[in-house]
């Protein structure tokens, strides 16, 4: 990743913080990993390579409680809409970073200052919907992402919290995950799931 783009997304937040939206926000997709970091501290966990696009999720859109023209916020920044959809989508894209807004998926909010789904939420749900990635490649980044942050947790003393969220999943999502797990030879995160 270019330091730019970091720099860029970090501008994109602030500027989205400080207009009051990004408390009603949740990052989702591959920038995940990157804010991970934090989360795992001094553990072996290494952030998988994120993509040119940044999606945000919008859980709530009709609560969001600041109006804001995103558009025009981030347009001094070389920001152009590069599509609009019904129901408040919005795609706003740059030479080094796409920034997508996405609705109406439920989630929960946070006071933190970026929300981001739970390491083994994240994984999790990447193992259970990569059989509907559009190319090999994207496919084997998540894949490799999900056991990162999979990894990690186990290294971080939180298998317990993979467990947890695996057992409230439907049995037929269960048995998806431990076919993704097992394609991997990933023994010791398939011992947690037994």
């Given at each position: ?9 970090a ?19 591959s920038?995940c ?44 920044l ?9 129901k408040?989508?919005?795609?706003l894209q ?90 991997a ?10």
């Amino acid at each position: 990743m270019e330091k730019s783009q970091y720099e860029l997304c970090a501008e994109v937040l602030r500027r989205l913080d400080k207009a009051g939206v990004l408390r009603d926000i949740i990052i989702v997709g591959s920038w995940c990993t990157l804010f991970y970091r934090k989360f795992f501290g001094r553990t072996s966990y290494m952030v998988s390579l994120v993509t040119r696009d940044m999606d945000l999720l919008i859980p709530r859109p009709s609560a969001m409680r600041a109006k804001t023209d995103v558009a025009e916020l981030l347009k001094d920044l070389g920001f152009v809409v590069g599509f609009t959809g019904s129901k408040g989508f919005i795609r706003l894209q740059h030479p080094q970073l796409i920034v997508e807004f996405l609705v109406p998926e439920r989630g929960r909010g946070s006071d933190k200052p970026y929300a981001l789904p739970h390491p083994a939420n994240f994984a999790l749900h990447k193992l259970l919907v990569l059989a509907r990635r559009p190319t090999p490649e994207k496919q084997m980044k998540d894949k490799e992402a999900a056991l990162r942050v999979l990894s990690a947790l186990i290294d971080k003393g939180q298998g317990n919290l993979i467990t947890d969220v695996f057992h409230t999943m439907p049995r037929k999502w269960q048995a998806m995950v431990k076919r993704q797990l097992t394609d991997a030879v990933e023994e010791p995160i398939l011992d947690l799931l037994r």
